[in-house]
């Protein structure tokens, strides 16, 4: 809700001229994302500005990361960054405190219990990764993770193997012409949708 109240405050609102450098923007329930055009200490000002325009309405935001070029930012369970060619770059974001740690096999559950799980966490890896090599990376850390839950190691392999050949095509967001459930649009033309689990990156 306080992230409704904001972005109506700053996109609909009286003092449009301060997102002027605000290029793209996307949120997830109380998490968002941005592109910025301008230097970090533009963009601490910019910050500082919001915060005067939006206390008005009992809002702060107290917590953001900026970073340049070619640098990762994390979002949700996503770190992405623009190399210098401008193209957007993806990978998986991981806690400290995520311990990767999964049912144990030999439980009292289906096989095809196992098999989904392998299946489901490294399909989930090719929706974030946009980069081949790093997939294959990232799906070779999970494979040792099952490894230590005692999934079996052909199962794994097999899995694993199959999803590293799979394209990453993306599914089109729905069309809400049809649909009771409201799809949020980006209002900026060609704008990169950073949330690239759920759409194609250029969004």
């Not at 230097?39 to 500082?48: A, E, G, L, P």
Request: aromatic share 12%.
């Amino acid at each position: 809700w306080d992230w409704l109240r904001m972005g109506w405050i700053l996109c609909e609102g009286t003092n449009q001229e301060l997102m002027a450098n605000v290029k793209s923007v996307k949120r997830f329930i109380d998490d968002g994302a941005g592109l910025f055009d301008g230097t970090k200490r533009q963009y601490s000002d910019f910050i500082n500005n919001v915060n005067t325009e939006i206390s008005k309405f009992g809002l702060l935001i107290d917590e953001y990361s900026v970073a340049d070029n070619c640098t990762y930012i994390s979002f949700l369970d996503i770190k992405f960054c623009f190399d210098q060619d401008g193209n957007l770059q993806t990978d998986l974001f991981t806690k400290e405190t995520d311990s990767r740690a999964y049912l144990f096999y030999g439980s009292c559950h289906p096989n095809h219990v196992y098999s989904s799980i392998v299946y489901s966490q490294c399909l989930r890896l090719r929706r974030i990764i946009n980069n081949d090599e790093r997939l294959s990376h990232r799906i070779d850390e999970l494979v040792q993770c099952f490894y230590n839950s005692n999934f079996p190691k052909k199962m794994v392999e097999k899995i694993s193997k199959k999803v590293k050949s799979l394209p990453r095509k993306l599914p089109p967001p729905r069309d809400a012409s049809h649909s009771s459930i409201l799809v949020p649009s980006s209002p900026v033309k060609g704008s990169i949708r950073v949330i690239s689990t759920f759409g194609s990156d250029t969004d």
